[in-house]
């Protein structure tokens, strides 16, 4: 009995010290989520009002050379703790000049209503209230800083600044389509511009960086600003485009829709080999003229009927098929003839015609006959063959909104008794520019066909993160011999055919005419409006670079050699050029690189390229943003850069983001011509300089 009372016993004791410490835990549970609840809230409200996201700094988008086609420069907003110490000990008699001073600063309302609402602000205790209606440059900030109140500074004014990115494009308006646009976060969540449009929005992701975050904490009065987590800037994208092929490219096309009044033309530039982008032109006509005003190169208001560019597509499935051979004869007779109650016609009457001068002369009949004679019992035939070639497909280039090509296929409920005619020559299907010279592409490249690409490398301060490698859609779109013929139907369109306005002195082009007429949903084909286009590459015996450029709706002359021609010729004869001359600069670049010098610019990237070229004549680390480099019996001596307020700054020597930075944070607006590091700059140097003057400056 003794035992087991003392069994017991020891038992009730173990029992009784676990329920103890089940009430404790059950006691303290009710105390976190009942009794000490208010105190969580306010943990919870103080984080939520006084936590500030940080943004980083975007990343550059650039062109294959380093240029920089998209930039980020800082903007500011100014905010007033009006519960602060030192600025209730002087509100009452300031708040009237402040008032006087931001409406005449803004100049968008008047000093009562400023007046108005900083005493409602301040009566509310508001210790964020937003002053500036506007996102303001630096010397802007520097005027704020001499307000009443605000000029005791952060602590006894209870100044805050908000420092936001503003994004520029450096070379104006040059493929600014392609590089697309920013836009507000469309989600409350989202902090920040984000890419809204082209390459801005395609590489998001890379260029958007991660916020970092800060806590505003009162100390005795004073609000402080800690930096919790540092923000992470966003990587550079470095693109295919070349500034100068860009350059050329957009200046001819320019130039002949003035001359031809068009709706919109666009140009795309290709290297062959690799399906790099080197140019893309998107103009549309506006109010005030013509500029980048959609994605008409792989957009789905640029896709359309092809017309006689897609004859080589249609002549090269039946020489594959082996139906037809280059020197078959086809009879077109006058220029008229009837097919399932449908008139087609050409611009002349050629009589008999061998295949490969149907192409030459761009007969709709010829290739019409062609094709019905042969496909006519069996169309899916046909448009298997054509879909073997895969342009029915999408590109899937990184860009958003890429128009999808739109082809019948025999059973369809749309699929009439013309319909196979028609598609021979370009009509009842649509593609992109984009999408046509990929496959002109692939016949210059040997059949292989490649897909566009207009990014050829992620970088994070210049390391490489990510390198883009040309991608094969199809290694061979039809046999060597069908190429073959191809290439050689190609050539003779600018030797004997529509296009010999385009073959130049000094090379080779092949290439096709294509003109055809407009389709809009609701009425049909709209009378008098065509889509004139030239597609080719060149130099035809050992192509380089494919190229189209397509017109929508031109005045007078409609047809595609007479006006997308020109500028198909200009566009390759400056191209050719600007290689050779290229070539010849390569050869002289190592005699150039042995006397290497540093130009002015950003301290961090001097010092850095300095250290990874292991360069030990380099002297000197100055703290400020931006340094000079003067050379003194063979060193290199870096030292600091500052400017003073209303005096123009010296950017000679500087990179283009580098000086634009400089510029803009003295108060002026930026012109800018050229690429490389800046040459000349139209304002002297040290001279004084007012708010808002404009600076032109040249790069080279």
Not at 15 to 35: D, E, P
Not at 230 to 248: A, H, R, S, Y
């Amino acid at each position: 009995m003794g035992i087991r009372k003392t069994i017991l016993t020891r038992f009730a004791l173990v029992y009784f010290v676990l329920l103890l410490f089940t009430l404790i835990v059950i006691g303290k549970l009710f105390s976190v989520q009942r009794i000490k609840n208010d105190r969580w809230e306010q943990i919870e409200e103080n984080l939520s009002k006084n936590t500030v996201v940080v943004e980083p700094t975007r990343g550059n988008i650039c062109a294959e050379d380093g240029s920089v086609l998209a930039t980020s420069v800082p903007g500011y907003f100014v905010r007033i703790d009006l519960a602060a110490d030192g600025v209730k000990k002087v509100f009452n008699n300031e708040c009237d000049s402040l008032a006087w001073h931001l409406s005449r600063f803004f100049k968008d309302a008047s000093q009562n209503e400023y007046l108005r609402k900083l005493k409602g602000a301040y009566k509310a205790g508001n210790r964020g209230f937003l002053i500036t209606s506007r996102k303001i440059d630096y010397l802007e900030l520097q005027q704020l800083k001499k307000f009443p109140i605000l000029r005791r500074g952060r602590y006894g004014g209870g100044m805050i600044v908000e420092q936001e990115n503003k994004r520029v494009n450096p070379l104006g308006s040059l493929a600014l389509r392609t590089i697309g646009s920013l836009n507000k976060g469309e989600y409350e969540e989202i902090n920040g511009p984000i890419g809204y449009t082209g390459l801005e929005r395609a590489y998001e992701s890379y260029l958007k960086g991660q916020d970092g975050v800060s806590y505003r904490q009162n100390l005795s009065g004073r609000w402080v600003i800690r930096t919790e987590i540092e923000p992470q800037d966003g990587m550079d994208v470095v693109t295919t485009l070349n500034v100068k092929l860009q350059d050329i490219v957009e200046s001819a096309l320019y130039n002949q829709l003035l001359e031809s009044n068009a709706d919109w033309a666009t140009a795309i530039l290709m290297e062959v080999k690799t399906g790099e982008l080197k140019a893309i032109a998107n103009l549309g006509k506006g109010e005030s003229g013509y500029y980048e005003k959609d994605n008409y190169a792989l957009g789905h208001r640029g896709c359309f009927e092809p017309g006689s560019s897609f004859k080589l597509v249609s002549l090269m499935a039946a020489l594959e098929d082996g139906v037809v051979d280059t020197s078959d004869v086809v009879d077109t007779g006058n220029g008229s003839w009837a097919n399932n109650g449908r008139v087609i016609r050409d611009t002349h009457g050629y009589g008999k015609l061998t295949v490969k001068q149907v192409f030459e002369k761009s007969s709709n009949i010829g290739t019409a006959k062609i094709i019905t004679d042969h496909y006519a019992k069996n169309p899916k035939k046909y448009v298997d063959r054509v879909y073997g070639f895969g342009v029915n497909k999408a590109l899937g280039i990184e860009i958003e909104g890429e128009g999808r090509p739109y082809f019948k296929y025999p059973g369809d409920a749309d699929w009439w008794g013309t319909t196979l005619a028609g598609m021979s020559y370009g009509y009842e299907t649509k593609m992109t520019p984009l999408q046509i010279l990929t496959f002109y592409n692939a016949v210059a490249n040997g059949g292989k066909m490649v897909k566009p690409r207009m990014v050829k490398e992620i970088r994070d301060n210049g390391i490489l993160v990510k390198r883009f490698d040309p991608e094969v859609l199809n290694p061979m779109i039809a046999s060597r011999e069908t190429i073959g013929k191809a290439q050689d139907m190609l050539e003779g369109v600018c030797e004997r055919g529509t296009g010999t306005s385009i073959q130049g002195k000094y090379f080779k082009v092949a290439g096709k005419t294509g003109t055809a007429r407009v389709a809009t949903s609701s009425s049909g084909y709209s009378k008098g409006m065509y889509l004139a286009s030239f597609t080719g590459y060149f130099p035809a015996d050992n192509p380089q670079y494919s190229l189209i450029v397509t017109f929508n709706n031109p005045r007078g002359s409609y047809y595609g050699g007479s006006v997308a021609g020109p500028v198909f010729k200009e566009i390759s004869e400056k191209v050719y050029a600007s290689q050779i001359l290229a070539s010849l600069e390569d050869e002289q670049e190592e005699d150039r690189g042995r006397n290497l010098k540093i130009a002015k610019g950003n301290t961090e990237d001097i010092l850095e390229v300095a250290d990874e070229l292991d360069l030990e004549n380099v002297k000197g680390k100055p703290e400020s943003p931006l340094a000079n480099v003067e050379e003194n019996d063979n060193q290199l001596l870096v030292t600091g850069t500052e400017f003073q307020q209303g005096l123009v700054p010296d950017v000679r020597g500087m990179g283009a983001s580098d000086a634009i930075f400089l510029l803009e944070n003295a108060g002026l607006k930026v012109k800018i011509n050229g690429v490389g590091k800046v040459k000349t700059q139209s304002l002297r140097a040290g001279a004084k300089c007012s708010p808002g003057q404009t600076i032109y400056i040249a790069l080279g």
